[in-house]
């Protein structure tokens, strides 16, 4: 037969087909090793068992808490060790400049993220990083403005920025009051009355957490609460001279811990600030769960990138708007404003660095978790700065007492309750949202 009249090779004959283009190529049908459609990434739809998926979806998100647990935890020691030392032994006491470089510093947390994952994506070109970089996180804006995952396209062509400059507004200037109030009970009541009131901020942020968060009232979270509280009590009041033991400095704001006063002046008054400020901070942390975090079912990785955008965003709105009080206290001479010098300036720089690293944790912490368990879990900073002042050479040094060791291991008791309560129903949530939709989350590990 002529060669023009023979028939087109079929598929699976084991003969290559005549390309229909210049560049395209050969392909063997007949190879068992070619598919015949072009291959997809199949790890969205690896895992269709509903009660699997909820189950890996929430050790995953634990995961990923627990190590920005661990850095947040370390980073917060350096900083409340550097602070104290800056301000008892340097002599450099200037509080609100402190607070205003402390939340400023948090400016840093999207670049120094940008950086990471650019360095993990070295090989892609730079625009179609970039765009798919500020693709997420508009997508994940939308979805916590919306508080929903699947956006209607009306609202997705709408810009979030208008959304977010009043949230970051609203929540940095709850955030700089609460820290502030410390500041302000400092010198007006005793270390061991700062400490125990300031840290009861747990407890408001579960009482907030219930009436904004929706969130059911468990007598095991009330009991682990409880139990922290009863801890940080104990460290405050088990020994007759308090020592710089634990305090969340205003949120992460930077200060240290209160000397000790002999007799305290105003110190019903300076408690009544420092409880008003606790129950301010128990209330950002759940503001900043309910108006700045992706709803459930965001994959942990949209969190983490968003919480650390945010986070920048508090640091963009102190540098820019905050600085204001500074000219009026330096021209009142309440705070008469000073730059540090020498060894000062180089502890600060090393203290406020610490403190981005702390707050940006401490953000992705609430955005994966709860603000109750993260609450909780920054109480967990004061054994642990306990047992550095015990490490720490003379005369930094502060032993470490059998109160503080009592505290201590309530603190850590009451934290390990509320993570196996909070993980349970993290798991049965998800477990009852993946069965009735069956939704898969997001996917942003291209990044």
Not at 30 to 50: C, M, Q, V
């Given at each position: 037969?002529?060669?023009?009249?023979?028939?087109?090779?079929?598929?699976?004959?084991?003969?290559s087909?005549?390309?229909?283009?210049?560049?395209?190529?050969?392909?063997?049908?007949?190879?068992?090793?070619?598919?015949?459609?072009?291959?997809?990434s199949?790890s969205?739809?690896?895992e269709?068992?509903?009660?699997?998926?909820?189950?890996?979806?929430?050790?995953?998100?634990?995961t990923?808490?627990?190590?920005?647990?661990?850095?947040?935890?370390?980073?917060?020691?350096v900083q409340?060790?550097?602070?104290?030392?800056i301000?008892?032994?340097?002599?450099?006491?200037?509080a609100?400049?402190?607070?205003?470089?402390?939340?400023?510093?948090?400016?840093?947390?999207?670049?120094?993220?940008?950086?990471?994952?650019?360095?993990h994506?070295a090989?892609?070109?730079?625009?179609?990083?970039?765009r798919?970089?500020?693709?997420?996180?508009?997508?994940?804006?939308?979805?916590?403005?919306?508080?929903t995952?699947h956006v209607?396209?009306?609202?997705?062509?709408?810009?979030p920025?208008?959304?977010?400059?009043?949230?970051?507004?609203?929540?940095?200037?709850?955030?700089?009051?609460?820290?502030?109030?410390?500041?302000?009970?400092?010198?007006?009541?005793?270390?061991?009355?700062l400490?125990?009131?300031?840290?009861?901020?747990?407890?408001?942020?579960?009482?907030f957490?219930?009436?904004?968060?929706?969130?059911?009232?468990?007598?095991?979270?009330?009991?682990?609460?409880?139990?922290a509280?009863?801890?940080?009590?104990?460290?405050?009041?088990?020994?007759?001279?308090?020592?710089?033991?634990g305090?969340k400095?205003?949120?992460?704001?930077?200060?240290?811990?209160?000397?000790a006063?002999?007799?305290?002046?105003?110190?019903?008054?300076?408690n009544i600030?420092?409880?008003?400020?606790?129950?301010?901070?128990?209330?950002?942390?759940?503001?900043?769960?309910?108006?700045?975090?992706?709803?459930?079912?965001?994959?942990?990785?949209?969190?983490?990138?968003?919480?650390?955008?945010?986070?920048?965003?508090?640091?963009?709105?102190?540098?820019?708007?905050?600085?204001?009080?500074?000219?009026?206290?330096?021209?009142?001479?309440?705070?008469?404003?000073?730059?540090?010098?020498?060894?000062?300036?180089?502890?600060?720089?090393?203290?406020?660095m610490?403190?981005a690293?702390?707050?940006g944790?401490?953000?992705?912490?609430?955005s994966?978790?709860?603000?109750?368990?993260?609450?909780?879990?920054?109480?967990?900073?004061?054994?642990l700065?306990?047992?550095?002042?015990?490490?720490l050479?003379?005369?930094?040094?502060?032993?470490?007492?059998?109160?503080?060791?009592?505290g201590?291991?309530?603190?850590?008791?009451a934290?390990?309750?509320?993570?196996?309560?909070?993980?349970?129903?993290?798991?049965?949530?998800?477990?009852?949202?993946?069965?009735?939709?069956?939704?898969?989350?997001?996917?942003?590990?291209?990044?």
């Amino acid at each position: 037969m002529p060669s023009d009249l023979r028939p087109p090779p079929r598929h699976g004959d084991g003969k290559s087909q005549t390309p229909l283009l210049a560049n395209d190529k050969p392909r063997d049908y007949a190879s068992p090793h070619r598919p015949l459609a072009p291959r997809r990434s199949t790890s969205r739809f690896h895992e269709r068992d509903p009660e699997t998926s909820a189950s890996k979806g929430t050790r995953k998100r634990y995961t990923y808490a627990a190590a920005f647990l661990v850095l947040s935890l370390i980073s917060f020691t350096v900083q409340t060790e550097t602070a104290v030392y800056i301000q008892h032994n340097l002599k450099w006491n200037k509080a609100y400049c402190m607070l205003y470089l402390t939340h400023g510093s948090w400016v840093i947390l999207w670049p120094v993220q940008l950086l990471i994952l650019r360095v993990h994506k070295a090989k892609m070109p730079w625009r179609p990083f970039w765009r798919r970089h500020v693709q997420i996180l508009r997508q994940t804006a939308q979805m916590v403005e919306h508080q929903t995952l699947h956006v209607p396209s009306p609202q997705s062509r709408k810009s979030p920025v208008p959304y977010f400059i009043k949230t970051t507004a609203f929540v940095t200037c709850a955030l700089t009051v609460a820290g502030g109030s410390w500041y302000v009970a400092v010198d007006l009541t005793t270390a061991s009355d700062l400490t125990a009131i300031y840290n009861c901020s747990a407890f408001f942020a579960y009482a907030f957490a219930i009436p904004i968060l929706k969130e059911k009232l468990k007598w095991s979270k009330v009991f682990a609460v409880g139990v922290a509280i009863i801890g940080v009590l104990v460290v405050a009041y088990g020994d007759v001279s308090p020592g710089k033991h634990g305090n969340k400095s205003g949120g992460g704001a930077g200060g240290p811990n209160a000397p000790a006063h002999d007799e305290a002046s105003n110190r019903a008054l300076g408690n009544i600030m420092i409880g008003f400020g606790s129950i301010l901070y128990g209330f950002y942390e759940v503001l900043y769960k309910r108006v700045a975090c992706p709803p459930d079912g965001c994959s942990p990785g949209r969190g983490m990138i968003f919480a650390n955008t945010f986070g920048s965003m508090i640091g963009l709105f102190t540098l820019t708007v905050l600085w204001i009080p500074i000219p009026i206290l330096h021209v009142t001479g309440i705070e008469p404003f000073a730059l540090p010098r020498g060894e000062a300036a180089w502890m600060l720089l090393i203290s406020v660095m610490a403190n981005a690293t702390f707050s940006g944790s401490f953000l992705v912490l609430i955005s994966l978790t709860s603000p109750v368990l993260s609450s909780v879990a920054a109480l967990l900073t004061i054994f642990l700065v306990a047992v550095v002042d015990q490490l720490l050479p003379p005369p930094l040094n502060n032993p470490l007492s059998g109160a503080a060791i009592a505290g201590g291991c309530l603190i850590i008791g009451a934290f390990l309750l509320l993570s196996y309560a909070t993980y349970r129903e993290m798991d049965e949530e998800r477990r009852h949202k993946a069965a009735m939709n069956d939704v898969e989350e997001s996917d942003v590990e291209d990044l």
